[in-house]
């Protein structure tokens, strides 16, 4: 803000050389000891993740499903949902074999994603489908299976009145 006074030719309330220490660090995280530790030193998160990011077990796999996530919302801002769609039915299927193999739950990001996509694109039943399936998996806990069963019904509903029509 100083800077932009200053550039604006407004006086300044306090020299430049003080601003660095006028405000506390709010972003550092303190270390406890038995907390887990990433190979970058930094913290790792252990709440619950709707892609599955908190069940990751390896440093690798964890940077794989932050990188995953950021590219799908960029591509979906740029919509390039052709591409996304790829992404995120590759991922619905290793999500799905890895609930075979370990008995874990599937997370529902990716496929609300692919909801969110299909119905963008007026791609009706490929929605219902998706969200059909993923009410066939094992779920991860949280409050979106919920949400997404909700969005299943109200898709069918809307599926049924346009082929009524």
Not at 50 to 64: C, I, K, L, Q, V
Not at 103 to 123: D, E, F, N
Request: aromatic share 6%.
């Amino acid at each position: 803000m100083m800077v932009y006074l200053w550039l604006h030719g407004c006086p300044t309330q306090r020299p430049f050389t003080e601003a660095g220490t006028l405000v506390a660090p709010f972003n550092l995280v303190p270390v406890t000891p038995g907390r887990p530790v990433a190979e970058d030193n930094r913290v790792q998160v252990s709440t619950a993740s709707n892609t599955g990011r908190s069940s990751a077990e390896t440093a690798h796999e964890a940077a794989r499903i932050d990188a995953l996530v950021e590219e799908v919302k960029q591509l979906k801002r740029d919509h390039s949902f052709e591409r996304a769609e790829a992404l995120l039915l590759e991922e619905v299927t290793r999500q799905e074999a890895a609930a075979r193999t370990t008995g874990r739950g599937v997370a529902p990001w990716y496929y609300k994603q692919l909801a969110v996509i299909y119905s963008k694109q007026h791609r009706y039943p490929d929605e219902v489908l998706i969200l059909e399936r993923y009410e066939s998996q094992p779920k991860a806990p949280g409050v979106m299976p919920a949400q997404l069963l909700a969005r299943l019904e109200k898709s069918r509903d809307r599926l049924a009145s346009l082929q009524a029509n």
